[in-house]
């Protein structure tokens, strides 16, 4: 098809249509071959045609696809609390280092493991492990009075079993010796009343005990069992060893005050104004 063919109309191509229907019906009917020609050259102009804007027809409205929702940036984890800054090690040379393990080994009760040690030092756990050894060693090498063990998983100092004859003998020497009237007084009143305070003490025998409850504080006769809570003073009870030295299995074994008390008639006599 030549590019120089004006374009049409759709009028045009109608008004070309009837004319040749005409001359088919004029010829005695529609020839099949020219409708054909027609068709295929009414399908070639109408190929060629620009189509203009306003022609164009409607087609179907395809709508945009919808934008993807903002990213929301998911939480992080929540930052952790600020963890406690680890105690800066004690820059201690090894003779100050032994020194104080002793100092701690000399006040514990029990045996206390390297790392409770070590953090006391602030030192390396390895650290204080060799400090040990070699402190039990320096105690082995001079036979000294005292040696220092390692009991389970801690460590703690012992007498030396060569002087436990002198310790023992202390010890039993120390228990033997008598009890004074006051301490033994002292020791009726908080056998009976336990537990009791050292002000109800006093008040009952109407004299201070502070030194007679050492005494018997030293002699593990007697011990803090709390405080009261109306004066917030120590309360003391006797100890298991109490018991043991009486020969009694617990305190229900204690005899009756009431015949042991002296007679009313030979205490207002001792005491008339009473």
Do not use: N
């Amino acid at each position: 098809m030549s590019e120089d063919r004006p374009p049409i109309s759709w009028e045009s191509l109608a008004a070309e249509l009837d004319a040749t229907r005409e001359e088919a019906e004029e010829r005695g009917g529609p020839d099949p071959e020219t409708w054909d020609a027609v068709a295929a050259e009414l399908a070639a102009r109408v190929a060629e045609r620009p189509a203009p804007a306003g022609d164009t027809p409607p087609g179907p409205v395809v709508e945009p696809a919808p934008l993807p929702p903002p990213a929301v940036p998911s939480p992080g984890p929540e930052p952790e609390p600020d963890a406690e800054p680890e105690p800066e090690a004690a820059d201690l040379d090894p003779g100050a280092l032994r020194g104080a393990l002793e100092a701690l080994l000399f006040v514990v009760d029990t045996p206390v493991d390297e790392v409770t040690l070590a953090g006391a030092l602030r030192c390396p756990v390895p650290r204080v492990r060799a400090a040990l050894a070699e402190l039990a060693e320096d105690y082995e090498r001079r036979a000294a009075g005292l040696t220092l063990r390692r009991v389970g998983e801690g460590w703690r100092l012992y007498t030396r079993e060569d002087y436990a004859p002198v310790v023992e003998r202390y010890l039993v020497d120390g228990q033997r010796s008598r009890l004074t009237q006051a301490a033994l007084e002292t020791l009726a009143v908080i056998a009976y009343r336990q537990p009791v305070t050292r002000a109800r003490v006093s008040a009952i025998r109407g004299v201070g005990v502070d030194g007679v409850m050492r005494t018997l504080i030293s002699r593990d006769l007697v011990h803090e069992v709390g405080s009261d809570p109306d004066t917030g003073g120590g309360l003391y009870g006797t100890t298991p060893l109490f018991l043991e030295r009486l020969g009694l299995t617990g305190l229900d074994e204690l005899p009756e005050l009431g015949p042991l008390l002296p007679e009313t008639g030979s205490v207002l006599d001792e005491h008339p104004d009473a």
